[in-house]
């Protein structure tokens, strides 16, 4: 996603700032991506207490929430 623009062909001479201020659909992409990766890492965590034993543990459970909140963001983002 960073690099594409500048290699584009409709943005092959345009300026960082024509790039990626300009452009609402990749500023809409950026911003939808960011509830993906909160919840790959809320992933990477409930995985890491799994092997710690603790799959019934609180802090499992928040992690949980956040993923059911992020994905419900990326459903939005999708919709939208």
């Known amino acids: 996603m960073l690099w594409e623009p500048h290699i584009e062909?409709?943005?092959a001479?345009?300026?960082?700032f024509e790039i990626y201020f300009k452009d609402p659909f990749l500023a809409y992409a950026?911003?939808?991506s960011i509830p993906f990766f909160v919840a790959l890492y809320?992933?990477?965590k409930v995985?890491?207490?799994i092997g710690q034993d603790k799959a019934f543990s609180q802090?499992?459970?928040?992690a949980l929430r956040t993923i059911k909140i992020c994905a419900f963001g990326i459903i939005g983002f999708v919709i939208r």
């Open 13 to 16: 001479h345009a300026t960082l």
């Open 9 to 11: 062909g409709g943005n």
């Open 47 to 49: 995985l890491g207490y």
């Open 42 to 44: 809320q992933t990477s």
């Open 59 to 62: 802090a499992t459970v928040k």
């Open 30 to 32: 950026y911003f939808g």
